[in-house]
Nanobody
């Protein structure tokens, strides 16, 4: 089993720069990709950003240039630095992990709420 625990969510002002963190633990063998997804009320869960062990990244067009994903392979952590936040960024953000950056995630965290006020 793999467990993912998010932290860093909350209420922030538009234009703010919060940081989300995710710590992975448990038994895993072929986990290569980690990343973040988000889901707003009435909308489908969508990709925010993913990162492979070699550092390759993939970003949604809506956050490209504003958000930065990074990981520490030794500590099994992944971080999402969010800049220039907009009200439309409001959502529950989920940490995820899987076999490949090109495949759907196999494991999910419990989610953390990010609310952006104008």
């Amino acid at each position: 089993q793999v467990q993912l625990a998010e932290s860093g969510g909350g209420l922030v002002q538009a234009g703010g720069s919060p940081r989300l963190s995710c710590a992975a633990s448990g038994i895993w063998f072929s986990i290569n990709a980690m990343g973040w997804y988000r889901q707003a009320p009435g909308k489908e869960r969508e990709l925010v950003a993913t990162i492979a062990r070699d550092g390759r990244t993939n970003y949604a067009d809506s956050v490209k240039g504003r958000f930065t994903i990074s990981r520490d392979n030794a500590k099994n952590t992944v971080t999402l630095q969010m800049n220039s936040l907009k009200p439309e960024d409001t959502a529950v953000y989920y940490c995820a992990a899987g076999l490949s950056i090109n495949l759907p995630p196999s494991y999910w965290g419990q989610g953390t709420q990010v609310t952006v006020s104008s």
